[in-house]
Antibody, heavy 123, light 110 residues
């Protein structure tokens, strides 16, 4: 049974960096059949896919165009977790952030989700 | 900003059926599989349907999915009060090279 446990601060100051971590149990971050994603949800933007990391003999990352210049997703195989960093945050980055596993066999879909972290950008 | 359009809300009495539409384009629904998610208040989304019409283990057959052209539909039969939630469609968009979600539909059981 796969579980994703998120951690990280719920309050970030404008212009600073948002950092969240997603610890994986029941699967491996370096599995070559899944992808590890970050998604956020806000009233103004709805559900928004931010990006993913996955391992297929080497590591790959893909990011949404809307955040590509400010986002980094990394993996840590020693701790079996992956992380999200968003730089230069503004109030527009206030949202609930989720990590999620995707199993792209035929279609792409998210079968396991973290519990969500409300991140507020405010001074 | 969602590229997939859903009705804001649908409602029906207990035991009845509702359908939720999800309209997209050839760059997303038209050429990719669709999934559906249920989000109960205060919780993370939960996978209901994947690959257009498949149900994960544990999802009752009251939930069904279909796709035709650039649109997809989620059906819920035998509506229960526990089905009151927000429902989202999603799929990969080839033009954006990103996963996109629908605008969301709130289901109300009258």
């Amino acid at each position: 049974h796969v579980q994703l446990q998120q951690s990280g601060p719920g309050l970030v100051k404008p212009s600073q960096t948002l950092s969240l971590t997603c610890a994986i149990s029941g699967d491996s971050v370096s599995s070559n059949s899944v992808a590890w994603n970050w998604i956020r949800q806000s009233p103004s933007r709805g559900l928004e896919w931010l990006g993913r990391t996955y391992y297929r003999s080497k590591w790959y990352n893909d990011y949404a165009v809307s955040v590509k210049s400010r986002i980094t997703i990394n993996s840590d195989t020693s701790k079996n977790q992956f992380s999200l960093q968003v730089n230069s945050v503004t109030s527009e980055d206030t949202a609930v952030y989720y990590c999620a596993r995707a199993t792209p066999v035929a279609g792409y879909y998210f079968d396991y989700w973290g519990q969500g972290t409300l991140v507020t950008v405010s001074s | 900003q969602s590229v997939l359009t859903q009705p804001p809300s649908v409602s029906a009495a207990p035991g009845q059926k509702v359908t939720i539409s999800c309209s997209g384009s050839s760059s997303n629904i038209g050429n990719n599989y669709v999934s559906w998610y249920q989000q109960l208040p205060g919780t993370a989304p939960k996978l209901l349907i994947y690959d257009n019409n498949k149900r994960p283990s544990g999802i009752p057959d009251r939930f069904s999915g279909s796709k035709s052209g650039t649109s997809a539909t989620l059906g819920i039969t035998g509506l229960q009060t526990g089905d009151e939630a927000d429902y989202y469609c999603g799929t990969w968009d080839n033009s954006l090279s990103a996963y996109v979600f629908g605008t969301g539909t709130k289901v109300t059981v009258l």
